[in-house]
């Protein structure tokens, strides 16, 4: 069908923890063999609720991890995208430590403002385009009219010259998916137009 899959989703490290978990170092390897096969390109590594980053140990064990595996998504061609609910500065310090090019941020602007009450635009700015590896766009309604400052976000977007995948993690307000995804993506391409022509 000529559908472009953009990476893949561990999403087992919400039970086995990447920080503290031999077997999801294990899960990790596995789903870059993955990816490179689906060539998606990148690997989501999520680290939240029960494996969240909530002490100096987690980020030592996550930069541990990180460390030891990268070099396997290098030579894959691989990019592993940590996800979490710190700062964009306490995930540009795990980025340094780590000292890997394939290793980024996967920046959910959703996440950011509700769980982090971070200033979003300002967030993505700081880190830039070459931390970032991809983006979740998503609100709790519908793109726009809930707390996320989807316009301030694509604008930052724009600004650092960021042209990789943007992904929709959109919410159902209506319970139809396939006419919400569609609203969300009119939505968006709405505000993609008013800032080419604005």
């Known amino acids: 069908h000529h559908v472009a899959i953009t990476s893949v989703y561990v999403d087992i490290l919400h039970r086995d923890c990447l ?7 294990t899960w990790v390897r596995e789903s870059i063999r993955i990816a490179k096969e689906l060539n998606a390109g990148m690997a989501e590594l999520a680290s939240f609720f029960k ?42 310090r795990i980025l340094d430590r780590v000292g890997s090019p394939v290793v980024k941020v996967w920046y959910d602007i959703g996440n950011s403002t509700t769980m982090g009450h971070f200033d979003v635009p300002k967030e993505i700015r700081f880190l830039g385009r070459e931390r970032i590896g991809q983006i ?20 930052a977007i724009h600004d650092i010259g960021y042209t990789g995948w943007c992904v929709f993690e959109t919410a159902t307000p209506s319970g139809d998916r396939e006419a919400d995804a569609e609203k969300n993506l009119r939505i968006f391409r709405e505000i993609e137009r008013s800032l080419h022509n604005g």
């Open 19 to 25: 920080q503290s978990s031999d077997a999801a170092r």
């Open 136 to 155: 979740h766009i998503k609100d709790k309604v519908y793109l726009g009219s809930g707390d996320v400052n989807v316009r301030g976000c694509l604008e």
């Open 51 to 92: 494996c969240g980053l909530n002490s100096a140990a987690d980020i030592d064990g996550l930069v541990s991890a990180l460390r030891e595996l990268g070099p396997d998504a290098e030579h894959a061609g691989i990019v592993l995208g940590i996800e979490n609910a710190l700062s964009a500065e306490d995930n540009a």
